[in-house]
């Protein structure tokens, strides 16, 4: 089973930026689409964004397209969340997720993503 582990959060600034890293253990990761999830208090999960494997197919949350950009670096074994213009909504726990190994998606659903990391803090203040 891989291992997802995120870092980057923090506290910010409305109108400032983060970059959230996802690092992945193991020698699946560039067969995996891996995705970005976050909740907040008493909120259930949402997505965020995604990025598939084999073609780096990308899709984004409404809420976050324009301001937040998905890539990958497959070298490193890591997943990245560039967050430009953060608002005070965007104040949540953000999770990194991983599919199954050679499985295509972009999927918004939680139930396509096989393991989940533990989760890394941003606040937005405004």
């Known amino acids: 089973q891989v291992q997802l582990v995120e870092s980057g959060g923090g506290l910010v600034q409305a109108g400032g930026s983060l970059r959230l890293s996802c690092a992945a253990s193991?020698?699946?990761?560039?067969?995996?689409?891996m995705g970005w999830f976050r909740q907040s208090p008493g909120q259930e999960r949402e997505f965020v964004a995604c990025?598939?494997?084999?073609?780096?197919?990308?899709n984004y949350a409404d809420s976050v397209k324009g301001r937040f950009t998905i890539s990958r670096d497959n070298a490193k074994n890591t997943v990245y969340l560039q967050m430009n213009s953060l608002r005070p909504e965007d104040t949540a726990v953000y999770y990194c997720?991983?599919?199954?190994?050679?499985?295509?998606?972009?999927?918004?659903?939680?139930?396509?993503?096989?393991?989940w990391g533990q989760g890394t803090q941003v606040t937005v203040s405004s």
């Open positions: 997720a991983a599919a199954r190994p050679a499985y295509w998606t972009v999927s918004e659903s939680s139930r396509e993503y096989a393991a």
């Open positions: 193991g020698r699946t990761f560039s067969s995996r689409s």
């Open positions: 990025i598939s494997w084999l073609n780096d197919v990308t």
